[in-house]
């Protein structure tokens, strides 16, 4: 069996002109969301065996939130390029390239891809994952490469636990 928790980056900030896209930090409010989230998460699932981020600033601060709440070395998360990318398909294959000594993966990505990914790969549609949603998915393989057909364990958004 494997574990897969995809993260859309938290909420980020479009305030600073003259910086690259891939530089875009955080807002207040994602920071605010990425630390409530992953302490839903924190309380709801083992820690991940790997955590892999986008390059993106704003992922990767997701990543570093997420990895706080869990302890895990911060050392230790994987950084993919190909993540920030926005072609089709490059989400699956950092996915289905993980080792398969890893039972579990929390991946940090962008909207590009993710909605498409979770309703193609799990057993529920979402319409669309939201900035810091947490979508969780079980597969019935020992093997990443192999990936199919899984089971939506769980969907965690901001907005599930903010006052109305």
């Known amino acids: 069996m494997k574990t897969l928790y995809i993260v859309r980056h938290a909420k980020s900030s479009w305030e600073y002109e003259g910086i690259k896209d891939i530089d875009r930090p955080l807002k207040k409010r994602g920071i605010k969301d990425a630390y409530l ?8 699932i083992k820690c991940p065996s790997v955590f892999v981020s986008s390059c993106a600033n704003r992922a990767l601060h997701t990543a570093l939130i997420f990895s706080y709440a869990f302890n895990f070395p911060l050392a230790n998360i994987k950084i993919s390029k190909s993540l920030y990318s ?11 390239a993980l080792d398969d000594g890893f039972e579990s993966a929390i991946i940090f990505s962008h909207d590009h891809g993710i909605s498409d990914f979770v309703n193609a790969y799990g057993d529920h549609t979402i319409d669309h994952v939201p900035t810091c949603g947490v979508v969780g998915i079980k597969f019935k393989t020992d093997h990443w490469k192999n990936i199919k057909n899984g ?5 965690d958004f901001p907005k599930h636990y903010k006052k109305k």
Do not use: Q
């Not at 089971?151 to 969907?155: E, N």
């Open 37 to 44: 989230i992953s302490k839903v998460l924190e309380k709801k």
């Open 151 to 155: 089971k939506t364990l769980f969907t």
């Open 86 to 96: 926005f072609s089709d398909g490059y989400l699956i294959k950092t996915i289905k």
